[in-house]
């Protein structure tokens, strides 16, 4: 049940498959296995059993058995994900993302969420800091580039904002979404062609209304 539910979360393909073999073996196993637990955690917010999920986060965490260590990295990333989902509480899923992380520093996505989320609690200097150490591990991650883009693109370094994004670019060219960033790094240091350039790339590959709100929508009338 375990190894079926496991390879079908994986697969994503069926959530509620997923759910039920889960279901069945916590019936049997309990909650002795925190790797099974993490499993099972991602499959109801898979599921969109967001209630069930806390409920159960809440009954856990608590037990001495989940205190943060590598046998609970797994656990933690997955307590993470789903407060992403519910996008209510940042700061709990950097924490248990950064629990998570000390354990797993291996895990590369788990950086790419920390920093993301440290980028959108406007802690700008701290993800671009983490961003610096990760990449020395994984150089050539253009989510990581853009990500670094973004934090100094914040902090008004317009000049390095431009750079990093251009080497996300040079990694991975069908990622539209940066050169609108790159247009507005480029629209900070008054270069109104490279700007306009950038947003016209990026506008046919971005959701109907982007930019109307934006500081570059005057540029695509």
């Known amino acids: 049940m375990v190894v ?41 917010r898979q599921h969109g059993a967001y209630d069930r999920a806390n409920d159960l986060i809440t009954q856990l965490v608590s037990l001495p058995i989940y205190k943060p260590s ?3 990295s797994l656990f933690y990333y997955n307590v993470a994900m789903l407060e992403i989902s519910l996008g209510s509480n940042r ?27 440290y980028i959108n609690t406007a802690n700008f200097e701290k993800a671009e800091q983490q961003a610096l150490v990760v990449l020395k591990a994984v150089p050539n991650d253009d989510r990581l580039w853009y990500l670094l883009g973004i934090a100094v693109h914040h ?5 390095e904002a431009v750079q990093h994004y251009s080497h996300s670019l040079e990694l991975n060219p069908e990622h539209f979404a940066v050169y609108a960033n790159l ?9 109104v062609e490279e700007a306009a350039a950038c947003y016209r790339k990026a506008l046919p590959h971005l959701p109907t209304d982007a930019g109307k709100d934006t500081c570059f929508y005057l540029f695509l009338l």
């Open 4 to 44: 079926v539910g496991t390879i079908l979360l994986k697969i994503g393909s069926n959530p509620n498959a997923a759910l039920l073999h889960f279901d069945k073996a916590v019936k049997l196993l309990g909650y002795e296995n925190p790797v099974m637990t993490g499993n099972y955690i991602e499959a109801l």
């Open 70 to 72: 590598p046998s609970t």
């Open 91 to 117: 700061q709990r899923a950097i924490g248990f993302l950064e629990q998570s992380l000390l354990h797993d520093p291996n895990n590369i996505n788990g950086w790419r969420h920390l920093i993301e989320l």
């Open 155 to 159: 902090l008004k370094r317009f000049e």
């Open 183 to 191: 247009g507005a790094a480029y629209q900070g240091l008054g270069k």
